[in-house]
């Protein structure tokens, strides 16, 4: 062991680093001393490259990758804490450094890291059959995977323990796929999938198949089940490969330029007293939030961070893109938009940033699915306040809705649209109710509970029975009820039916087991954002001038995306305020400032009546030259694309 001062080691070269043997030693750092490796020592000592140039940035212990196991993650963590305090060294000095120059730094840090890596040739290694062998010999292991139930239950405790052995630093300390595990190298979750129960799969229709696999991949799959359900994986990938990306793709281009007109950012504050408040409900939801800026309750500007769990349940009031009171329409500043202002390259078009990052990972996780076919663990349904006053989650996997309790004891009819259930009538016909075909019976997204009060109030509350792409449909019990007691139709044509006689500690409704897929994933978020029929626009738009409507609407998008990606805030503020207009009647398709009415576009309306340049970058443009409206369209907003326009 030996000990050095670390701005020793920034000046020394490679070959005098390397002619050092490895050993343990302590370095001295500008804010106290690490006792370490010296090979970990020469990795950090590529870092340092930002403390060579700029001389004046501190030389923490937090600029050495440390003690810990060496992960993917580990150079892009310690390099962000090395990029970040340059930038900080010098940000209220005469000359600061744009961030782009110290991103560009380390791009090229990377890239010497990266060809360096000849240097290490010899330590290449590689995985073999006997590494999956020696892990499925493993005593914990082997256990675990003989005692597995097909139950979800105990598949999650077995993929718990399996994850638990392969990350134990104590074991299996010398094989190859133990050790990817242990450095992030793999993705778990493929890892198990390998040496753990198959578990539930899904078919092609996203419903899930109701005998789960329990061997392994390298156990091997051999009865004529297994083979046959797995068989759907590849099924699925190749349906996922070809139809959805192609359809993802052409989505996200839609996105961006439907987001364009947000062009971009105005550095510094807009002075704005307008506020958006926000209520946040979890850890996910703060760590999106990350970098936002609120008002205290004194006054002041505070900044929201992702380790501030006491933020967690309380409403803030923020400060958002769409109160932002910079003059130029589609613009905002620094301030309303948050510190992710700092990782936006300067000249960028915002829109594009926000939907490229959203849209890239949505097609990264549907081109993920050919490699990670996870065994599906399927939501349990969860109601809100409103609903719960009339329906309580039943049934041991929670996929079932029967009578609240706090209504059992009063008389109550159902009604819901006759579309509902075409075949309603055929259940007169059958002696007994076929419980395979429930389905096929009814399809019920709403029903209205009627309620007859002591009080002597009736009360008519609608409700949702159906979760994303999970349509409700009547159970066999309730059918068998409703054949009983027949139906009665009211005014409008709908069906009524008595609760009378019927057992309230039963289900009504059955969701089905299915998945929510990626392609459901993709037309939900599509359907926000272009609002389709299910979302009201234009002048029937819910008030957007009420902050709480307007943080409403945002926060739907922002915990949509959050079920399947990571999505930052900001992003998502400007996504939805691009879909915003001044007036559908009065033909003001731009992005309104927030002292505007403000309504929902519709997207080929905002595609065709915002920008014309943006119209013809788009799709059909002599349906847009040839509509008489384009050219009734008097206040129409500059994007980007207008340069390529003008002669
Ligand atoms: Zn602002």
Request: glycine share 6%; with cysteine.
């Amino acid at each position: 062991m030996f000990d050095i001062d670390a701005r020793k080691v920034l000046t020394m070269t490679y070959e005098e680093m390397v002619a050092i043997p490895h050993q343990l030693v302590r370095v001295k750092f500008d804010d106290g001393e690490l006792l370490t490796g010296w090979r970990q020592t020469i990795y950090s000592w590529y870092l340092w490259e930002f403390h060579r140039q700029y001389p004046n940035t501190p030389l923490n212990m937090n600029h050495h990758i440390g003690n810990k196991r060496f992960t993917k993650g580990t150079t892009l963590t310690t390099g962000n804490k090395c990029l970040w305090s340059t930038y900080d060294a010098y940000v209220h000095t005469p000359e600061p450094i744009e961030v782009e120059t110290l991103t560009e730094l380390f791009y090229r840090i990377n890239n010497r890291i990266f060809n360096e890596t000849d240097r290490i040739e010899e330590y290449i290694t590689t995985l073999s059959a006997d590494d999956f062998i020696d892990i499925l010999d493993h005593p914990k292991i082997q256990e675990l995977n003989e005692n597995v139930q097909p139950n979800p239950l105990s598949i999650g405790s077995v993929y718990k323990g399996i994850t638990a052995v392969l990350k134990d630093e104590h074991e299996l300390s010398r094989n190859w796929l133990a050790k990817a595990v242990k450095s992030d190298l793999v993705k778990i979750g493929q890892a198990l999938q390998c040496v753990g129960p198959r578990g539930f799969l899904t078919d092609l229709d996203s419903h899930q198949f109701h005998t789960p696999i329990l061997r392994s991949y390298a156990a091997g799959i051999y009865d004529a089940y297994g083979c046959a359900v797995e068989s759907r994986s590849g099924a699925k990938s190749l349906i996922y490969n070809k139809e959805l990306i192609k359809d993802t793709e052409y989505f996200n281009r839609e996105m961006q330029l439907l987001c364009h007109p947000m062009s971009g950012l105005v550095h510094g504050d807009c002075g704005t007293t307008r506020t958006m408040p926000f209520n946040i409900t979890d850890a996910r939801q703060l760590k999106g939030l990350d970098g936002k800026y609120y008002v205290g309750e004194d006054g002041k500007l505070k900044t929201i961070h992702a380790w501030d769990k006491e933020l967690i349940g309380k409403k803030v009031m923020l400060r958002a893109v769409n109160c932002c009171e910079v003059k130029h329409r589609g613009y905002v500043c620094s301030t309303c938009y948050g510190d992710l202002a700092l990782s936006v390259p300067k000249s960028t078009n915002l829109g594009h940033v926000a939907a490229t990052e959203v849209g890239g990972k949505i097609t990264q996780r549907v081109l993920s699915n050919k490699h990670l076919d996870q065994s599906s663990l399927i939501e349990k349904i969860s109601l809100d306040a409103f609903d719960s006053r009339f329906m309580q989650v039943m049934g041991k996997d929670g996929s079932k809705l029967g009578v609240a309790d706090a209504i059992a004891n009063r008389p109550i009819t159902l009604t819901f649209a006759r579309e509902c259930t075409p075949y309603l009538a055929d259940i007169k016909a059958v002696d007994e109710i076929p419980e395979h075909a429930l389905p096929r019976y009814s399809q019920i997204t709403q029903v209205t509970f009627n309620v007859l009060h002591e009080s002597g109030n009736m009360e008519s509350a609608t409700v949702n029975v159906a979760v994303s792409s999970r349509i409700g449909y009547f159970t066999a019990a309730f059918l068998k009820h409703v054949k009983n007691v027949n139906w009665e139709l009211t005014p409008e044509g709908n069906y009524e039916i008595t609760l009378d006689g019927w057992d309230m500690k039963r289900p009504i409704f059955a969701l089905p087991m299915k998945q929510m897929n990626m392609m459901d994933f993709k037309l939900e978020v599509e359907g926000m954002l272009k609002r389709s029929k299910a979302y009201p626009a234009g002048k029937n738009s819910p008030d957007l001038s009420n902050p709480q409507v307007m943080s409403d609407e945002i926060g739907a998008l922002f915990d949509l995306l959050n079920k399947r990606i990571d999505a930052n805030f900001a992003h998502v503020e400007v996504m939805i305020q691009a879909t915003l207009i001044v007036s559908e009647e009065d033909r003001d398709y731009r992005i309104p400032h927030p002292w505007e009415n403000r309504q929902f576009g519709r997207f080929t309306d905002i595609m065709r009546f915002r920008s014309i340049s943006g119209a013809l970058a788009y799709e059909k443009q002599a349906d847009t030259l040839n509509n008489p409206v384009s050219y009734l369209v008097k206040e129409r907003q500059s994007t980007s694309y207008d340069e390529y326009l003008r002669v």
